[in-house]
């Protein structure tokens, strides 16, 4: 079985949903659902973006890539213009960035 597979499998039941559950909110068979789990499919890119966004994981913890679960990805429209804030705002700025970077490291080990 492929890590993709187990980690469907206990993204689903962390979330306490059934297969055809499942199944209805991507809007394909259970059986899907059940390939996918099993092994015998894997979800194509469509899908696996489905999952990642439905789970709010990576895509590539689905894959197995990474162990980081919780990582929250920025969407691709996230934009700051850090030179609205003065020298010192953007010192604490990234000084903030730097301790959530750290905390995020100990959540995940």
């Known amino acids: 079985m492929s890590n993709i597979s187990n980690r469907i499998r206990s993204l689903r039941k962390s979330k306490n949903i059934t297969q055809a559950q499942l199944a ?3 809007g394909v068979q259970r059986t899907t659902i059940t390939n996918w ?3 015998i499919r894997i979800p194509d890119v469509e ?3 489905k999952l990642s966004k439905y789970f709010g994981v990576p895509i590539d913890y689905l ?5 980081g ?3 929250v990805l920025a969407p691709p429209t ?10 010192k705002g953007q010192d604490e ?3 903030y960035f730097k301790y959530l ?8 080990e």
């Open 24 to 26: 209805n909110d991507l």
């Open 37 to 39: 789990e099993s092994g």
């Open 47 to 49: 899908y696996a973006s």
């Open 63 to 67: 894959y197995g890539k990474t162990t």
């Open 69 to 71: 679960r919780n990582t």
């Open 78 to 87: 996230f934009k700051m213009d850090i030179n609205l804030l003065n020298a």
């Open 93 to 95: 700025l990234m000084q």
């Open 101 to 108: 970077l750290t905390q995020e490291k100990y959540r995940n």
